[in-house]
């Protein structure tokens, strides 16, 4: 199953969020239009993203934090490697405009 788009707002410009997130916090802040960025991965980075500590982490050569060394490391084929918590970081990419009623209009 293909993963639903995520987008950065002014709402929380640290994290990308589904549509119906950044629409219920439209909702609940009565804004009829709202400047967002699809969320564009990053590939090659020497960063990634930890879904537990929803913690940015650096790739330093052999030595990174995210490892046996941490108390919730799960490798992803359960015996070692990739950490299956270990997530993409993700930057601002094509410009939209969201609406209340949820049309998505790329700003040119």
């Given at each position: 199953?293909?993963?639903?788009?995520?987008y950065?707002s002014?709402?929380?410009?640290?994290?990308?969020?589904?549509?119906?997130?950044?629409?219920?916090r439209?909702?609940?802040?009565?804004?009829?239009?709202?400047?967002?960025?699809?969320?564009?991965?990053v590939?090659?980075?020497?960063?990634?993203?930890?879904?537990?500590?929803?913690?940015?982490g650096?790739?330093?050569?052999?030595?990174?934090?995210?490892?046996?060394?941490?108390?919730d490391?799960?490798?992803?084929?359960?015996k070692?490697?990739?950490?299956?918590?270990?997530?993409?970081?993700?930057?601002?990419?094509?410009?939209?405009?969201?609406?209340?009623?949820?049309?998505?209009?790329?700003?040119?």
């Open positions: 199953m293909k993963k639903p788009k995520t950065f002014d709402i929380d410009d640290e994290f990308s969020h589904s549509k119906i997130w950044l629409l219920e439209m909702k609940e802040r009565e804004i009829t239009e709202l400047k967002v960025n699809e969320a564009k991965r590939i090659g980075s020497d960063f990634y993203f930890c879904k537990i500590y929803d913690t940015v650096e790739r330093c050569g052999d030595f990174n934090d995210c490892g046996k060394m941490c108390d490391y799960e490798p992803r084929n359960g070692s490697g990739c950490c299956k918590h270990r997530g993409f970081c993700y930057e601002p990419g094509k410009e939209f405009i969201l609406n209340i009623n949820g049309k998505l209009t790329e700003v040119k």
